[in-house]
Every structure is written in C-alpha cells, then in structure tokens.
C-alpha cells in the first residue's frame, strides 16, 4: 500500500477535485482512489527501469488481463488506443481515469465510441472488411477438422457487412456500427472482447474502492493494490 504524506493527500485530492469536472461517473472521492492505483502502479513501472510520466503498453497490458480477464493481443492494443487520446503511446493519470469511466461505467452510447475505436485498427474513421476478417481470426477459435478456416470467416464477415453496412458502401462507419448496436445490443462486441465483464468489474471496483463505515456514514477507503 502507498503510503501518502499530507502534502500528497492534499495534492491528490485538489488533483481530484479538477478531474471530478470533466470525467463523468465516478465520484471525487472515487477519483482519489484511482489517482492513487495510478501511482502505486507507476511506482512499480518505474522499479522495473521502465517510463516514469505514465502507464507504457506493457504494464497496461497486464491490468488488462490479470485484472479484467482481456486475453486477445489486438483487442488489447485496441484498448490501448482508446485510452491514450493524445497517441503518445504512454498512459497518463487523466487518461486513465477518463478511460475506466467508459470501461466501467459507460453508457452505452460511450460503450459504442470505444468498441468502434478499437475495432478501427488503423484509425482511418471506418473498419474494412479486412479488418473484421483479422479481427475474427484472432478471436473465434479454430475448429478440429475444419479444413479451410478462412473461409469459413469469410462467410461471417460477408454475413456481418449484409447485417450493418446501412449505407452499403462495403465500409463499416461509425453511423453504421452505431445504428446496428443500438438495434441489436449484442453487436456491441461483435469482432471480439474490448469490455471487461460484470464480474471482473466488481472485483476492481470492490479492490479500489474498499467502502467502509465510519461514524454512521458511507465513506471510501482507498487501498490502492497491485494490478498488474
């Protein structure tokens, strides 16, 4: 556990107090909590000779899949990118904050933004054929006996282009992923798992925000701990 001086309780907490107004879902209280895992995370980053102004890929990683059960590499790169918005390739405390507010918390409409950015595998603003046939590749396991896998995922993806290019231009856009979610919640994570699920969701937020009772009021404890 990190412990903190006065100084840097009350740093984090006016820190928090800025972010509290521009990240929507979580409370300030719950902001500290977060600012102090991000440190306690960046901590251990530094001790392994590694970044020392934000999350690199590598740790992040890690929190993905020890802690909310993401296994498929391009997924998690993909994941990646819709945290880091300035494309720095580090993972900065807003960033972060910003980023778990939509992975836990979202609503669906900011559910859809990040499913269609990380599909999006070259950020060209719209998912290509190619792109969901990568995608599945990596993400639908393959068959005993099945003599021609690619085209079996061939099939699908023609099927999904039918099902969600509205505007049939061949292209997935943003439009045509959001209108086919918003039609049919389960395309939500249709070319593989970006979103961490209920329980695993529990489990950090539980981890984090460890509520205890204190003089008859609900309060938060922050007991910042290893992720990754």
């Given at each position: 556990m990190l412990q903190?001086?006065?100084?840097?309780?009350?740093?984090?907490?006016?820190?928090?107090?800025?972010?509290?107004?521009?990240?929507?879902?979580?409370?300030?209280?719950?902001?500290?909590?977060?600012?102090?895992?991000?440190?306690?995370?960046?901590?251990?980053?530094?001790?392994r000779g590694k970044a020392s102004h934000g999350l690199d890929r590598w740790t992040f990683r890690g929190i993905l899949q020890n802690t909310f059960g993401l296994t498929n590499a391009m997924m998690i790169d993909g994941v990646f990118r819709s945290f880091d918005k300035d494309g720095d390739g580090i993972i900065n405390v807003e960033e972060w904050i910003e980023g778990l507010s939509v992975l836990l918390r979202g609503t669906l409409d900011e559910k859809i933004k990040h499913c269609f950015q990380v599909y999006d595998l070259n950020d060209d603003k719209?998912?290509?054929?190619?792109?969901?046939?990568?995608?599945?590749?990596?993400?639908?396991?393959?068959?005993?006996?099945?003599?021609?896998?690619?085209?079996?995922?061939?099939?699908?993806?023609?099927?999904?282009?039918?099902?969600?290019?509205?505007?049939?231009?061949?292209?997935?856009?943003?439009?045509?992923?959001?209108?086919?979610?918003?039609?049919?919640?389960?395309?939500?994570?249709?070319?593989?798992?970006?979103?961490?699920?209920?329980?695993?969701?529990?489990?950090?937020?539980?981890?984090?925000f460890q509520e205890q009772q204190e003089q008859g009021n609900n309060s938060y404890s922050c007991t910042p701990s290893t992720l990754s």
């Open positions: 903190m001086s006065a100084k840097s309780r009350k740093a984090t907490q006016a820190q928090a107090e800025t972010l509290a107004k521009k990240v929507e879902h979580f409370t300030k209280i719950e902001i500290e909590c977060l600012i102090q895992t991000f440190n306690v995370l960046q901590a251990e980053q530094v001790g719209v998912i290509a054929r190619e792109e969901i046939c990568h995608m599945l590749k990596q993400s639908l396991l393959k068959q005993p006996n099945e003599e021609d896998p690619d085209e079996a995922i061939k099939d699908v993806v023609e099927i999904t282009m039918k099902r969600m290019d509205h505007d049939h231009d061949g292209l997935l856009s943003f439009k045509d992923f959001e209108k086919s979610v918003q039609k049919e919640n389960l395309l939500l994570q249709a070319f593989g798992t970006c979103l961490p699920d209920p329980t695993s969701i529990e489990k950090f937020e539980h981890l984090v």
